[in-house]
């Protein structure tokens, strides 16, 4: 494999981000000696308990941030908006981010944000994270393999459709999950039970503080380390449900002094809705944790093993009379592709005061993930047509930063700053099938290294500003080794690739709060995203009019984005609301051409809505939530101007509800998610028939009673007979495959905590 670095220019990089942090730590030491000339509140970007996970973290509660008292005045003793009794707690729904709590600065000033807890989770009646993730609005869906777990479905926020795990960013305690290849972060390796929170920022700001694909937004799971928990716990718990599937779940964890140790890990196995849809996997997650009121490290080691049968599309085509999706909607046409994946990571780190406010964070981590492959089509023999991928993907990292909580001249200021260095290798190699040699073998290395600065003040007592930037080099080496003699090889060699780029990314916030009760947001932001490998393998045209096979290039622009937002938030005792308007417009966005079979650049296309949030605590025993937004992503020029981009709803809806009936021994959770019809992945000119709309509602009875503890979900009660993904035909109106989900499904389960 070929590594064409230019040692000038990265040593060009590394001096500009790291002049980013020696003038800062200087002038911060200096203020860090001097004593605040008034009392103020605690200050962070991320509390230090976080530091190690998370950069920038939406409040939990979704308190809008208490006043900052004027020069002179003592702090006032109020009690954040919402209580914490034990009605308040089961099953609150989705919290709205912001400003809250005492930190006048929580996550990223000026964004719209959700946060999921543990204990929404927990009262979910959906046991799939995505399912999970979607009751926050203006997240939407995409699944081709019906599977009850979700395993490899989509999330897309604010309408990238086929493209959307591109540009949402997905981070594990803070570090991004993204890698350099198109499979998607499959959110299913997750187990339930180690997540403790779930933080959703919308919009381009985040890409300030972690970089590349946070174009529509990041998603952060952070997950439970057991610091602060009893000597010893232990919980377990299984599951019996539809399609023959079984779960199990266990997670224990010890604490001794400083030291703390937790796994949790989970098994599902089950038969699938579709013939070819079984699904065998296990995960897993370690934490080993030293906590000291000046030191905290940590390490943190995940594992997962997949294995998933493709079941493909139903055929419906009204030309031919042929409507698969009403004459054998669980059936397949490929009953022997397949998929497999095996991942690993460990990641280590430290935060260390060095003055009063002042923190170095270290960290750094290596992942591996591993996928097999095989499209065989309908026949029991390979064909031409048959495919068989086996890739190989390691990623390294370091990631140190410094955070900064001091005042300047009496007013408080955040500052989060540091260096971000990955380096990720990529091979893959393609033939006809398994144990032939491969028609080509890809390498391609990556390297990133960036600098970025988030500084967040309070300019008023009732006002916060934070502005940020982020400078990052990218470069890329990209080999094919074409084997013309493997067996039903038909193509030609990819020209090389070596490139070395230069891309930044903007944010400026404001948040105003005229009461405790009713602020006002806004921010402006810019972001980048650079085509990933599998993107870059599959541009260029494969063969010319006369179907000669033409040497593809690798070569793709990076996609980059403005936009801009600005809402409200209200809090009071028992109701709370988040609205906001956005606007994003987009160049050189990447889309696969579905008439000439290769990526491209988009012509300019832009995106826009609203999205809504709210909660309401009728009693201390009932919970109700809802959501609703409206999303347009459409082609601002080019030849399809005004249409819609693919696989977008336009409006999306969710209504929860919790009722403890019976002081925690019975309690009833309900959801409803709705969505508009979308068009359909490859029809970009609109011609076609859309996807249908359709809602889904889901019930769960729980209890507990002492160590012991119950479920019984039934999730899409009504049997919708649903599907979020199909795709066109270029050639035949009105034809097209479609990957219908299940109906109606159960799941009992039990446990016990000791």
Known sequence: MFSVIVPTKRRGALLLASSMLAPVLCASTARAQQAPSEPLPPVEVSAP????????????????????????????????????????????????????????????????????????????????????????????????????????????????????????????????????????????????????????????????????????????????????????????????????????????????????????????????????????????????????????????????????????????????????????????????????????????????????????????????????????????????????????????????????????????????????????????????????????????????????????????????????????????????????????AFDAQATPLDQSETNYALHVGVEHRFTEIFSVFARAAHAFRTPDVDERVSTGPAFDADFNPLPQNFQLKTQTSHDAEAGVRIRTNRFQVQTSIYTMDLENEIHFNPVLFYNVNLDPTRRYGSETQASLRVSDTVTLRGGMAYTRAVFREGQFAGNDVPLVSRTTGNLGATWNIWDNYLVLDATLRAWSSRVMDNDQANTQTGIPGDATIDLKLSGAYEHFFWSVSVNNLLNALYYDYAIASNFTPGRFNAYPLPGRTFLVKAGATF
């Open 49 to 488: 308990v976080d530091q190690n996970r998370t950069r920038a973290r939406p409040a939990s509660d979704g308190t809008p941030g208490l006043r900052r008292p004027a020069p002179g005045q003592a702090p006032a003793n109020a009690q954040p908006a919402g209580d914490a009794s034990p009605g308040a707690a089961a099953g609150a729904g989705t919290s709205s981010g912001g400003s809250g709590g005492s930190p006048q600065f929580a996550g990223i000033v000026g964004a719209s944000s959700t946060v999921i807890t543990a204990n929404d989770i927990a009262h979910s009646p959906s046991h799939v994270l995505a399912d999970i993730i979607a009751q926050a609005p203006g997240v939407q869906l995409q699944s081709l393999y019906g599977g009850v777990n979700g395993a490899k479905t989509a999330v897309d926020l604010r309408g990238f459709g086929a493209f959307a795990t591109a540009n949402t960013l997905f981070l594990l305690n803070g570090r991004r999950l993204n890698d350099i290849d198109m499979a998607q972060v499959d959110l299913s390796t997750i187990p339930l039970d180690s997540i403790e929170r779930i933080e959703i920022t919308r919009g381009n700001s985040g890409a300030v503080l972690y970089g590349d694909n946070a174009i529509g937004g990041v998603i952060n799971i952070v997950t439970k380390t057991g610091v602060g928990g009893p000597p010893v716990s232990v919980r377990g718990e299984a599951g019996y449900g539809s399609f023959n599937q079984r779960m199990a779940a266990i997670s224990t964890a010890v604490n001794s002094g400083p030291w703390s140790a937790s796994f949790y890990g989970n098994g599902i196995k089950f038969d699938g809705y579709r013939v070819n849809n079984a699904l065998d996997q296990r995960n897993g997650v370690g934490n080993l944790n030293y906590t000291t009121p000046d030191l905290k490290a940590f390490l943190t080691v995940t594992g997962d093993d997949q294995k998933l049968g493709f079941p493909g599309g139903r055929l419906v085509d009204p030309s031919i009379g042929v409507n698969q999706l009403v004459t054998d909607r669980r059936g397949t046409s490929t009953p022997f592709d397949y998929g497999n994946q095996q991942g690993a990571s460990a990641t280590a780190g430290f935060t260390k005061t060095l003055l009063n406010g002042v923190d170095l964070i270290v960290d750094g981590g290596y992942r591996q993930r591993d996928t097999q492959s095989g499209f065989f089509g309908t026949s029991p023999l390979p064909s031409f047509a048959s495919t068989f991928n086996d890739a190989a993907l390691q990623t390294w990292s370091i990631t140190p930063r410094l955070s900064i909580n001091n005042s300047i001249f009496g007013i408080p200021s955040s500052i989060l700053t540091g260096i971000d260095y990955y380096d990720a290798t990529f091979r893959q190699q393609r033939g006809a099938f398994r144990g032939v040699p491969p028609i080509h073998t890809y390498d391609l290395s990556q390297q990133s290294l960036a600098g970025y600065w988030m500084h967040t003040v309070g300019l008023l007592p009732t006002t916060d500003f934070s502005y940020g930037a982020r400078v990052q080099n990218t470069w890329l080496s990209a080999r094919d080794r074409y084997d013309p003699n493997a067996p039903f």
